[in-house]
């Protein structure tokens, strides 16, 4: 008889989980010292320095090219913020996240082969009641 725990798969799912959570945890402690009503920018420069503060390792401002064909093309698509090299932030300030934005993310976690995206809408009152969004494909 086989007996499958769950390996390699269910610990890289604990894996995001966790860093999620602190991805997470990070936004709402910026969200709740800055507030809303600010530019995306601003949040993103100081969830970057909470980042930091916390040991998260991250990227901004990632190009992301397009392979067509053999050739990689600059099409203008830029991701915010990579976390861990494993999960991608994009983060807004609009009254609502539309599915045009759940569909730019899912176009990220595809063309990067990543798995997990987190859209932030720091635009909200409360980041844990509607601000975000999280993806897995």
Known sequence: MNIHHGGTETRSKLLQEQLTEQIIGAAIEVH???GP???ASTYEEC???EFHL???AFRRQLPLPV???GVRLDCGYQIDVVVEDAVI???KCVDHVLPVHEAQLLTYLKLTRKRVGLII???VATLVRGGIVRKVV
């Open 32 to 34: 709740r010292t800055l």
């Open 37 to 39: 009503g600010l530019l």
């Open 47 to 49: 969830l970057c320095h």
């Open 54 to 56: 916390r040991g998260i």
């Open 67 to 69: 392979e067509y064909k």
């Open 121 to 123: 809408n720091f635009h």
């Open 89 to 91: 932030l994009e983060l």
